[in-house]
């Protein structure tokens, strides 16, 4: 019995032990949270827009160089953009054969052609204040035998991803896909290519490797023959590329503008007013989806929102591009709608007797444009250019409709403003702005007009988004781009040290 009683008493001091477990976890709850920063050190604070500081800019040169090629760089007054202070002392530019004057100047530099040599392309880099100011455009002139032509391109600046809708790598349509890296890193991209019975099986479109400040060129030929009506998705699983999709073709040379990426609804804007002895206009829809998906277009004019005759919807395969033909004879200043259960993206390319232009889904304006008026008379022949405006309307049950204003300011080479304006724009109608109305410019004025800053109004959450295009005519040919805002503002964390309490060394 002794032996027993031992026993037992040896094993009572665990079970009281078990019987101060919650009181121990307890006091080393207390013990943790004492040497815890406090809640309000701890809280990740909420982000906010900072002044962009370093910004790059690529314009390429059309892969096979038989182009004349006029580069247009603006410099908006940073002192008007959100986050400028108008001090470009601190601020350095770097652009190779061209030269940047103060912020605000407009400058055209006009190339030759560089015939059976590399594309030469015009690498611009920012930083400091005038970063945020910083855009740039080009015009090139296909030579007789190299599709002729005119093709204009809005820059590119690296990104992660990007669209294109509307390539082809037929005997008639010969497109090339570039990329370019920014100088500080290397990149690797994927490229995803998508026809009408879907997926096409592209070879060598995976793990390509583009060297730090160098350029791709990868004709679409050499990845898929034969293949028309092609969506381009160029994916980077590492680093960031500026790209471009250039065709070339006995109906024009066109850059194809990047489509916005996909959305539930986009609008396509500045698809109307092509004129020539063979007009015709193509809407393509683009499925980054597995699954099939109806699309709903709608045409958006100065007096509203109306059905296309005959395209009443769009059935778009599963990864694929559906291609509907669109009324003749569209009025200048038109926009497609497209309305779909799932995200889309989207282009219309336009075929008139002397050139081919593709219009693009656009992002909305969430800051200021550049339009440029002046592309250079060398490159372009004497350009025109054409801007359209278009408002989408949110809610297509709503009663009331919204508006939002439209603010424009041009300017001359030297940035200097030669006239202000505004236009009020209601959701759910496109119009044709015509820019020396809106300027109040004269004609002496209008000749001097190099570029047009267009801000949308800032009113809060109800306003309508709005979107824009430049239709660029010339003697040589026709060209469409989307407008982008200006890139004057990134949205990072705040900052804030945490607070970590001294602990006294182990005794």
């Known amino acids: ?58 314009c390429f040169e059309l892969p096979d160089g038989a182009a004349r090629s006029t580069v247009a760089v603006g410099l908006a007054d940073v002192g008007e953009l959100p986050g400028g202070s108008g001090d470009s002392s601190r601020s350095t530019l770097d652009a190779p054969l061209l030269d940047l004057n103060s912020p605000g100047a407009w400058t055209t530099r006009t190339l030759s052609a560089q015939r059976g040599g590399r594309p030469r392309d015009v ?8 970063a945020a100011g910083l855009d740039a455009f080009s015009a090139d002139v296909a030579e ?4 002729n032509g005119l093709a204009v391109q809005h820059c590119a600046e690296p990104a992660r991803g990007w669209w294109f809708v509307g390539a082809a790598s037929t005997s008639t349509r010969s497109g090339a896909i570039v990329l370019h890296a920014p100088a500080e890193a290397e990149a690797v991209v ?96 683009a499925n980054p989806r597995e699954r099939s998906v109806v699309a709903r277009p709608t045409l958006v004019t100065e007096t509203g ?10 059935q778009v395969p599963g990864a694929g591009v559906a291609a509907v033909d669109l009324p ?8 497609i709608e497209l309305r779909a259960d799932a995200p889309l993206t989207a282009s219309v390319r336009s075929v008139t007797g002397s050139d081919v232009a593709t219009a693009a889904g656009a992002m909305a304006l969430d800051g200021p444009a550049v339009v440029p008026v002046d592309l250079g008379a060398d490159a372009a022949v004497s350009p025109a250019t054409a801007l359209t405006v278009s408002a989408l309307l949110v809610d297509p049950e709503a009663q009331t409709v919204r508006s939002r204003a439209v603010v424009f300011r041009g300017a001359d080479a030297d940035g200097a403003t030669l006239g202000t304006g505004s236009l009020e724009l209601d959701a759910g109608t496109s119009r044709a702005v015509d820019l020396d109305e809106v300027l109040g410019l004269s004609d002496g004025a209008a000749a001097d007009l190099d570029y047009v800053v267009v801000r949308p109004s800032a009113r809060g959450a109800e306003t309508a988004p709005v979107v824009g295009s430049l239709s ?22 705040v900052l804030v040290p945490q607070v970590v309490p001294h602990s006294p060394p182990a005794s």
């Open 190 to 285: 994927d490229i995803v290519l998508r026809g009408p019975d879907g997926l096409l099986d592209a070879v060598g479109s995976q793990d390509i490797r583009v060297d730090a400040g160098s350029t791709v060129t990868l004709p679409l030929t050499d990845l898929v023959a034969g293949a028309d009506d092609v969506a381009v998705e160029v994916r980077t699983s590492q680093g960031r590329v500026a790209a471009a999709v250039a065709e070339t073709g006995p109906a024009g040379t066109e850059w194809l503008p990047a489509a916005r990426t996909p959305a539930q609804t986009l609008l396509v804007p500045g698809i109307g007013g092509a004129s020539g002895a063979r007009g015709e206009a193509v809407l393509l829809v």
């Open 328 to 335: 003749p004879d569209l009025a200048a200043g038109s926009t």
């Open 123 to 130: 690498v611009i880099t920012a930083d400091g204040p005038a």
């Open 1 to 58: 019995m002794s032996t027993l009683a031992a026993q037992a008493r040896r094993r009572t001091p665990p079970s009281r032990l078990l019987m101060l477990m919650p009181l121990l976890t307890v006091v080393a709850a207390l013990g943790l949270a004492a040497a815890r920063p406090p809640d309000s050190v701890l809280t990740t604070p909420p982000a906010r827009p900072v002044p962009v500081e370093a910004r790059t800019l690529t």
């Open 144 to 147: 007789p035998g190299g599709g």
């Open 305 to 314: 929102r109306t059905t296309l005759s005959g395209v009443e919807s769009v």
């Open 472 to 493: 660029v005519t010339s003697s040589r040919g026709l060209s469409v781009l989307p407008l982008r805002s200006l890139v004057t503002t990134l949205t990072g964390p």
